[in-house]
């Protein structure tokens, strides 16, 4: 009997790739070189192979990341289902869509009613059998002290941002999962992965937002069906630009050149995340610094939220004296008290 052990060769090997998927690769893939193996991962995670011709459902198409998206995919060749409350503002969206060859059609729909979304996806379905591509990008912001805002403001906020996504995934999901290949994309904010000050309805909703759609993507996920949450930084856009602080009705600190994308380029990265099928995708250096911050030290990030650390030497100090001395103060008016002259005592 030979001492020499048998020869098991493996027919499969995984390999992990980028955002912490793995792959199984076929091992004559290895035996052919590197461009085997690239195109052997491709094959598994490209979800979207060809955007020409697909059908896409968006809304919020008719400003910012949304006419971003919606022009993006025009220019790769998609059919288009607009959705937006600003009915002359999504017909010019149309209009320059409709320059790349592609149909375009068009609905007004407010989103904060249940019954108006149900009756728009209808007519999408109606419209189209099949739909390839899902984007919900409709946003509300709100933005101030909780107990300043009102009520109306924070049910339209997690109405918009999270409640219709819900609602219109759960309606769309029988048409989306019977197409050949199909993706949904929602676009939430980097504020859904790390707290800020002054943001805490509009953190609920995108929270929500990201946790369901990675719930989606756990249940659904197939290679010829993708879901991403989409994770963009500041974006210069006119949701960001008119919002205004619900306690002192002013703007709020307009965000540094360097911390904002452009609708352009958070479009440019939805569709690769579309063709790539990518599950999370933050978008912008400062996002994703602050992001890799949040996982590494949360404490630290609670702490720079809490102290306000960049304003502390600028806030007034009076507050944290002893009320008995201020009161003191006010009273003696010791500023002035050297001031006076032996001659104002005189009868």
Avoid at 197 to 217: E, N
Avoid at 302 to 316: F, L, S, V
Wanted: glycine share 8%.
């Amino acid at each position: 009997m030979s001492g020499k052990r048998p020869i098991v060769r493996a027919e499969r090997t995984v390999v992990s790739v980028c955002n912490s998927r793995f792959a199984c690769i076929p091992a004559k893939a290895y035996r052919r070189g590197e461009g085997a193996i690239a195109q052997a991962i491709k094959s598994q995670f490209a979800s979207m192979r060809i955007i020409r011709g697909r059908k896409a459902v968006i809304t919020g198409a008719a400003s910012g990341i949304g006419k971003a998206l919606a022009l993006a995919l025009a220019g790769a060749g998609a059919d288009l289902f607009l959705i937006d409350r600003d009915a002359e503002g999504i017909k010019r969206v149309a209009r320059e869509a409709e320059s790349h060859g592609v149909e375009v059609v068009i609905a007004v729909c407010d989103l904060t009613i249940p019954e108006d979304i149900t009756a728009t996806i209808s007519r999408v379905l109606a419209t189209w059998d099949r739909v390839h591509i899902l984007v919900n990008c409709a946003g509300a912001l709100s933005y101030g002290a909780f107990h300043h805002t009102a009520d109306e403001r924070w049910r339209q906020t997690i109405a918009v941002n999270l409640l219709a996504p819900i609602q219109i995934i759960h309606q769309m999901l029988n048409a989306l999962l019977g197409a050949d290949e199909a993706h949904i994309l929602n676009v939430c904010s980097f504020v859904g992965l790390v707290p800020v000050k002054k943001m805490p309805v509009y953190q609920a909703s995108k929270f929500g937002l990201v946790g369901f759609t990675l719930g989606l993507r756990t249940d659904y996920y197939r290679e010829n069906f993708g879901v991403t949450a989409l994770c963009p930084g500041f974006v210069r856009t006119p949701m960001l630009e008119n919002v205004a602080d619900s306690e002192t009705h002013k703007a709020p600190p307009v965000a540094p050149a360097f911390m904002c994308s452009t609708p352009e380029a958070v479009a440019a990265a939805a569709l690769t995340a579309i063709r790539r099928n990518r599950g999370l995708v933050v978008i912008g250096p400062f996002a994703k610094i602050t992001w890799w911050l949040m996982r590494v030290s949360p404490t630290l990030v609670d702490w720079c939220n809490r102290e306000a650390w960049r304003r502390r030497g600028k806030t007034a100090r009076s507050d944290r004296l002893n009320p008995r001395l201020v009161d003191w103060l006010s009273r003696e008016r010791w500023r002035s008290r050297g001031k006076i002259t032996g001659s104002d005592h005189n009868p």
